[in-house]
């Protein structure tokens, strides 16, 4: 099994920073950090930051310039740097895992971290 955990969640005013970590442990042979996911109340999830294979990076428009995604691949960690907070950043943020088995991708997440903008 793989265990996916995140932290550093918390409330913050706007205009605040917080830093995001994500590490995965157990069976995590050939996992791979990916990404950074959001869902806020009523709202599907939604993508805010993720690595292609090539290892470059994509981040949602809303979230560009803001916000930094990075990661450590040999300690199966990835982080995420939020910067000038909103209250529409308000959600809970899900990391996302990937391992390729074949032609199959299979996807883990932790249970999420609840980040709070709010004055």
């Known amino acids: 099994q793989v265990q996916v955990v995140e932290s550093g969640g918390g409330v913050v005013q706007p205009g605040g920073s917080l830093r995001l970590s994500c590490a995965a442990s157990?069976?995590?042979?050939?996992?791979?950090?990916m990404g950074w996911y959001r869902q806020a109340p009523g709202k599907q999830r939604e993508l805010v930051a993720s690595?292609?294979?090539?290892?470059?990076?994509n981040y949602a428009d809303s979230v560009k310039g803001r916000f930094t995604i990075s990661r450590d691949n040999a300690k199966h960690s990835m982080w995420l740097q939020m910067n000038s907070l909103k209250p529409e950043d308000t959600a809970v943020y899900y990391c996302?895992?990937?391992?390729?088995?074949?032609?199959?991708?299979?996807?883990?997440w932790g249970q999420g971290t609840q980040v709070t903008v709010s004055s």
């Open positions: 157990g069976r995590i042979f050939n996992i791979s950090p």
């Open positions: 690595f292609t294979s090539g290892g470059s990076t």
């Open positions: 996302n895992y990937q391992r390729w088995d074949t032609n199959l991708r299979y996807d883990y």
